[in-house]
């Protein structure tokens, strides 16, 4: 089943399942290296989209909310980082952890909140922005597709 990929689109989520569903599609259809910068509210489904990716990518490892982590990587057939603004307070704490050339080193990257410091997105960042709208999960394809 392909999927179109370009900015404005909108998919509904009805359940976890097709959230999941939807990363593996999009882990099946991105090619070459990718960073997506995923944007939404506690609860919408940006961790679960990344099981999906991490699913579609072969990888073996757990997927959880790396909240309190940062970074976490998990591999598999490909690895797939993990990322998470949500608790850095400020800019230069990514300066701290290499931020720059993690990202130059790391083919596969989705970021989640990753809406607190914009400047510091690659100009190819791929951006989904997940909502929940009248007690359904929605992602709207943003910029880079």
Same mark, same amino acid.
Request: hydrophobic content about 40%.
């Given at each position: 089943?392909?999927?179109? %990929?370009?900015?404005?689109?909108?998919?509904? =989520?009805?359940? *976890?399942?097709?959230?999941?569903? !939807?990363?593996? =599609?999009?882990?099946?259809? =991105?090619?070459?290296? /990718?960073? %997506?910068?995923?944007? #939404?509210? =506690?609860?919408?489904?940006?961790?679960? @989209?990344?099981?999906?990716?991490?699913? #579609? &990518? #072969?990888?073996? +490892?757990?997927?959880?909310?790396?909240?309190?982590?940062?970074?976490?990587?998990?591999?598999?057939?490909?690895?797939?980082?993990?990322?998470?603004?949500?608790? &850095?307070?400020? *800019?230069?704490? &990514? +300066?701290?952890?290499? /931020?720059? *050339?993690?990202? +130059?080193?790391?083919? !596969?990257?989705? %970021?989640? /909140?990753? +809406?607190? !410091?914009?400047?510091?997105?690659?100009?190819?960042?791929?951006? &989904?922005? !997940?909502?929940?709208?009248?007690?359904?999960?929605?992602?709207? @394809?943003?910029?880079? /597709?």
């Amino acid at each position: 089943m392909n999927i179109v %990929l370009r900015t404005g689109e909108q998919i509904d =989520l009805p359940s *976890e399942t097709a959230t999941i569903q !939807f990363g593996m =599609l999009c882990a099946e259809q =991105l090619r070459g290296h /990718w960073f %997506l910068a995923l944007h #939404g509210d =506690l609860g919408a489904g940006k961790t679960t @989209f990344v099981r999906g990716l991490a699913a #579609g &990518l #072969g990888c073996v +490892d757990s997927v959880s909310s790396p909240t309190f982590a940062i970074i976490q990587t998990y591999t598999g057939t490909q690895s797939l980082v993990h990322c998470d603004w949500y608790r &850095l307070e400020h *800019e230069s704490e &990514l +300066d701290s952890i290499g /931020w720059d *050339e993690f990202v +130059d080193q790391n083919p !596969f990257i989705a %970021l989640e /909140w990753a +809406d607190r !410091f914009p400047s510091r997105l690659p100009a190819t960042a791929k951006h &989904l922005q !997940f909502e929940i709208i009248d007690d359904r999960r929605v992602v709207t @394809f943003g910029r880079g /597709w």
